[in-house]
């Protein structure tokens, strides 16, 4: 009975959080990926998916235990029109299965290479376009398309994709995906592929890690050894040496409504207004952790800021409030 006791305090204790300042299952706070709903902030980690109340700051969290979720590690976060949350997860240890899961707000459905057309059980990126097709990016499967009934399948073999190690994908205005692999950045009109990588372009390294672009159809791309910008004809290369960046690690990127690029990096958080450029770390700031895997700006120009390792922090330009 006693042992049966304190199973059932330790499932819901992971359960739910009544306080933002909560400090038990240290794997929440790597975080991973970060995206808003309405009042809510969805937040993958490598110790499961939660969701964050903006008003009243409480945290439910979502994990093997106590959802449908595949593995506690997630890496992407979706979501379609009618809010449902779709969900990249890591293949799971002990050869479980990890993929894609929807998850309504009631029901889960996890789609793997067992039961779908999922070329890959590792879910790296997932983003939805216009007309509600889900893009996922794999870790060995290459790209797959869902339109919620097909799968298609873009790799190595069958179309211009550079490398089947997909880590990040964005559309642009035109509707063309910008694919970040292991071995460059692919460009994809829906016919067409332009492959860039550091022999052809100004990237300076083949492994792209984020993309972002902004609203005169710039990509900044970040890499392991730097960042890059590039207009569609001119490369602009920002790094350590010939820069106000951090770090060449370049994790992540978000613009906000006035064109600053945030950026998180292995050592700090840049923000750059196109002139200046302006750190904050650990030593200045309120930031528990200077590794800054996900970066979100919210409706109200919020910064929601992800460590891996230091939790969930909010700045609202003035005033820095750490999560959890």
Known sequence: MKKFLILLYLISSITIAQSPKWKNYPDTKKIMTIREEGNYIWIGSK??????????????????????????WVNSIAIDGKGNKWIGTYEGVHGTYGGLTKFDGTKWKVYNTLNSGLPDSVVLSTVI????NKWIGTGQGGLAKFDSTKWTIYNTSN?????NYVYTIVIDGSGSKWVGTYSGLAKFDGIKWTVYNALNSGLPYNYIQAIAI??????WIGTYKGLSKFDGTKWTLFNTSNSGLPNNDVWSITIDGNGNKWIGTEKGLAKFDGTK?????TSNSALPNNDIQAILIDGNGNKWIGTFGGGLVKFDGKTWTVLY
């Open 47 to 72: 110790g499961g998916l939660l969701n964050l109340n903006k008003t009243t700051g409480n945290i439910i969290l979502y994990n093997k235990i106590n959802s449908g979720l595949p593995d506690t």
């Open 129 to 132: 376009d216009d007309s509600g």
């Open 159 to 163: 179309s211009g994709l550079p490398n």
């Open 277 to 281: 450029w302006t750190i904050y770390n």
């Open 214 to 219: 902004d609203s005169s159809g710039n990509k």
